[in-house]
């Protein structure tokens, strides 16, 4: 592979790694909302005697965090993995047992993908609603976020391969 | 194919996947999309798109998050090092004595954080050092730090208990309290068990000198570090047992307590709260991706007819009732050795509820003892996370072997403690019978 190929490489890694990064650090943020929509809602059934919706907001924010969080996890390498057998191995062999492994997870979260995509694009064609509570809030929104999410964790997942790869062909370039 | 045949190939694949290293949550999803395309047929893999909105949004889940953000902050408050000043003051004097803190702050510290890495980053960081160079025996002082992090989702709150509750339909609340009695047993056979050994054998864990130890103006003063964390227990436990709150709105309020008391401590910067947020949306999304993936993995047996056979084996194959019971408890028991607790209870809960519901066992008991199950496997060699958590912290000259051997003798230990609770279960059941609602 040529070096200019590398350096371009390089670049979309960074690019999706920012891009991660940036979304993991502004939704982590959503946990003070979420906590002080909580706190809220107590005070305002126990204070003020009324009982409120936050559970409706809440749990689209739940979600949020999560499947937003999805790919800034894998930058970070959070996603928790057993690695008793093969940390006995070089990390040559570990790299080459990733690469093997990319075809599984484009497969699987591909499919994630495909499928959450149909369901969002359905929902938003008959302008879903979650039926569980009285206030009927839309839920075409959370499922294209859903979708987004599972995006940025298969993009994440291709730069590891990416990298994984320019590491075995030329292990002295630093691809970082 | 025979559905004997399919289960085969199921379990064969999912062991090799797990081996390589790959993350659970993908493992498992994988397993489950390959499972519907080759047996049920592509077309139902439309359910994945309903797994992950479910799985997402469940509401009895809410809690997660809530618990996970308050034991980031918790991390963060400077509380640890609040009660380990505390602690140093009135027990560094005894053989032992700041192992046995140890497990005392912990336990403390477990009646706030619903993980274990709290309390086993926090302990490993302030007190490992210290016991070291106080002359404490490498066993001895790193021995009590990982296995008392397994107290911190043992007594409530509890992400594990959460989880299992929720995939089994037990009042979370309940579940909660079921812990508090077991983990007090716990906690003090870990104590008894240190003080005996540093008894018979002081240099293990010698006593600081006369001129060094507080007096008794200094441990009465030291003891306000302990007052804000009695409050917040008492804030957010009592308001579940007394069914003021909901757990999960517990947690947020607990959250809120948490990020106070920081204020109070001078800890609640922006640096500060970033960490504990990055941490928070990291452990979050580890957690419920391997429930999404898991969730996968449980519509893939069902849909493939493989629930069904296994229940099929577990109930015919086993002589009692009882014999069924310990036959599932000791697979949860092997498998915590090598697999993550998440996803260990989305895999068996819902197979085993069904049938511990059949055979009429009492379903908060079951509940209880499989957590336990989970939790022990938090400190089982070759993979305890807490072990690994303790590792990760990089103090000089400890290999994963020295991790291994320090945590055996508290293996032994919990596992009585867990087979009493089986034998007995009042230890764990009577205190939620108590409960309002």
């Excluded at chain 1, 979304?23 to 982590?28: D, E, K, L, P, S």
């Excluded at chain 2, 490993?124 to 160079?133: H, S």
């Excluded at chain 2, 519509?299 to 086993?318: K, P």
Aim: aromatic letters at 12%.
């Amino acid at each position: 592979m040529q070096i200019t190929e590398h350096k371009k490489l390089g670049a979309f890694c960074r690019l999706i790694d920012a891009i991660n990064d940036w979304t993991g650090r502004t939704v982590a943020w959503l946990f003070a909302p979420f906590t002080l929509l909580v706190a809220a809602d107590v005070f305002t059934r126990y204070v003020l005697r009324k009982p409120w919706f936050y559970i409706d907001v809440n749990i689209q924010i739940m979600g949020t965090l999560i499947v937003l969080g999805g790919g800034y996890c894998l930058l970070h390498q959070s996603h928790i993995g057993v690695d008793t057998v093969v940390s006995r191995f070089s990390q040559r062999t570990r790299t080459i047992i990733d690469l093997i492994l990319f075809p599984i997870f484009v497969g699987s979260i591909g499919a994630l993908l495909w499928k959450t995509g149909v369901a969002a694009w359905d929902s938003w064609i008959w302008k879903e609603r979650y039926s569980f509570s009285a206030l009927l809030p839309p839920i075409y929104p959370y499922k294209t976020i859903i979708v987004l999410g599972v995006l940025l964790l298969l993009l994440q997942g291709t730069v590891k391969f990416i990298r994984d790869l320019l590491f075995v062909i030329h292990p002295k370039l630093e691809s970082k | 194919m025979s559905i004997g045949t399919i289960t085969l190939i199921i379990v064969a694949s999912l062991l090799l996947l797990v081996a390589t290293g790959f993350p659970i949550a993908f493992c498992l999803l994988t397993v489950a999309v390959l499972g519907i395309a080759a047996w049920v047929g592509p077309a139902s893999l439309t359910s994945l798109a309903s797994v992950a909105l479910v799985s997402t949004t469940t509401d009895y889940f809410i809690a997660l998050p809530m618990f996970i953000f308050m034991a980031a902050v918790l991390q963060v408050s400077g509380v640890g090092s609040a009660l380990y000043d505390t602690m140093y003051k009135w027990m560094a004097g005894l053989r032992g004595g700041l192992a046995m803190g140890t497990v005392v702050i912990s336990t403390l510290m477990a009646a706030m954080t619903g993980v274990a890495a709290t309390s086993t980053v926090t302990m490993g960081i302030l007190a490992y050092p210290e016991m070291r160079k106080r002359g404490y025996g490498k066993d001895m002082a790193m021995g009590c730090i990982t296995a008392s992090g397994c107290l911190g989702p043992l007594i409530p709150p509890s992400i594990p208990m959460i989880i299992v509750a929720g995939l089994s339909g037990i009042s979370i609340g309940k579940l909660f309290f079921a812990g508090v009695f077991p983990g007090f047993l716990v906690s003090s056979l870990f104590i008894l068990y240190i003080g005996a050994r540093c008894l018979r054998n002081p240099s293990l864990g010698p006593p600081i000198s006369l001129d060094e130890r507080a007096n008794w103006r200094e441990k009465f003063i030291s003891l306000r570090g302990v007052l804000l964390p009695v409050l917040l227990i008492i804030l957010v436990l009592g308001g579940i047992y007394g069914g003021i709150v909901t757990p999960s709105e517990a947690g947020g309020v607990g959250a809120f307590g948490t990020l106070v008391i920081a204020a109070i401590y001078r800890n609640l910067n922006l640096r500060n709260m970033k960490e504990a947020l990055f941490m928070s949306l990291r452990v979050n999304a580890m957690i419920f991706w391997i429930i999404l993936g898991g969730s996968a993995f449980s519509v893939m047996l069902n849909l493939t007819g493989v629930n069904d056979f296994i229940a099929e084996i577990l109930v015919t194959g086993a002589a009692s009732p009882w014999a069924v019971l310990i036959l599932m408890l000791a697979i949860v028991y092997f498998m915590g050795m090598f697999m993550d607790a998440t996803a260990i209870a989305i895999i068996c809960i819902p197979i085993f509820a069904p049938i511990v519901a059949e055979l009429g066992f009492d379903m908060l008991w079951f509940g209880f003892i499989f957590t336990m199950d989970l939790l022990i496997g938090f400190i089982t060699p070759p993979f305890g996370v807490n072990l690994f958590y303790f590792k990760g912290l990089g103090h000089p000259g400890v290999t994963m072997t020295d991790v291994y051997r320090s945590v055996l003798p508290y293996v032994v230990i919990i596992t009585i403690a867990w087979i009493l609770c089986v034998v007995y279960p009042p230890i764990a059941t009577w205190l939620p019978s108590k409960m309002i609602k």
